[in-house]
Nanobody
Framework: QLQLVESGGGLVQPGGSLRLSCAAS????????VGWFRQAPGKEREGVSC????????NYADSVKGRFTISRDSAKNTVYLQMNSLQTEDTAVYYC??????????????????WGKGTLVTVSS
């Protein structure tokens, strides 16, 4: 089956780091733009970061610039989100999503074809 699975979430203290993984099964992630999204309690889903298909650019929400880094490992068919200097405001369920069409290049949620089920990140003392 075509599937994305997130992993790497957990509980960390403010200032800590986590690396989230988005592993694809059943399709080659290199051909897809991949975005990370998050939804905090009581808030709407928001885009966090995006990486274009292999060789493409990256972009970040203003709230995470300088702290988060998105990357891909083609050999592992996986996209990562390295999260440093985590803040309590980063607490959310984090989802990865992949989009194949050109309109997915900047990872608008409506253009993403496949979604993972999410991994919970909790930043708390």
């Amino acid at each position: 089956q075509l599937q994305l699975v997130e992993s790497g979430g957990g509980l960390v203290q403010p200032g800590g780091s986590l690396r989230l993984s988005c592993a694809a099964s059943g399709f080659t992630l290199d051909y897809y733009a991949v975005g990370w999204f998050r939804q905090a309690p009581g808030k709407e889903r928001e885009g966090v970061s995006c990486i274009g298909s292999s060789g493409g650019s990256t972009n970040y929400a203003d709230s995470v610039k300088g702290r988060f880094t998105i990357s891909r490992d083609s050999a592992k068919n996986t996209v990562y989100l390295q999260m440093n200097s985590l803040q309590t405001e980063d607490t959310a369920v984090y989802y990865c999503a992949a989009g194949l069409q050109a309109i997915a290049a900047l990872c608008p949620y409506y253009a993403m074809n496949y979604w993972g089920k999410g991994t919970l990140v909790t930043v708390s003392s």
